[in-house]
């Protein structure tokens, strides 16, 4: 047995434009925004990071206050014994102030010998 549905052009074309334009609007509010750094502090390279030869990227999701401090730090990647400094450095970034709170992925490199 088949089923089928059908909608007349006219409201599938309305129907389109606005599942469209709602898609377009989630996407701008759920995209991380960048607000510039006005000071940073570079991050310790752990210790037993360094004897291990553990070097790479740190990806945080930073959660910055109207005021431009950070308000909230979170790991989305990177090496374990690495995510912790990266973590306490950008906690002490300040950025521009902004109308709002707003998020930001921040990438801190840590690089071997460094």
Known sequence: MEVSLAIPLRSSRSLLRAVGLLLCAGAALA??????IVSRVSPAYPELARRMHVSGK???LVTIQADGKVSGTKVESGHALLAPAAQDAVSRWR??????????EI????????
């Not at 995209?31 to 510039?36: D, F, I, K, L, Y």
């Not at 990438?107 to 460094?114: K, L």
């Open 58 to 60: 740190v990806v945080l």
């Open 95 to 104: 950025f521009a102030p902004g109308p709002e709170p707003s998020e930001s």
């Open 107 to 114: 990438d801190v490199n840590f690089a071997d010998g460094q």
């Open 31 to 36: 995209a991380p925004t960048q607000r510039a």
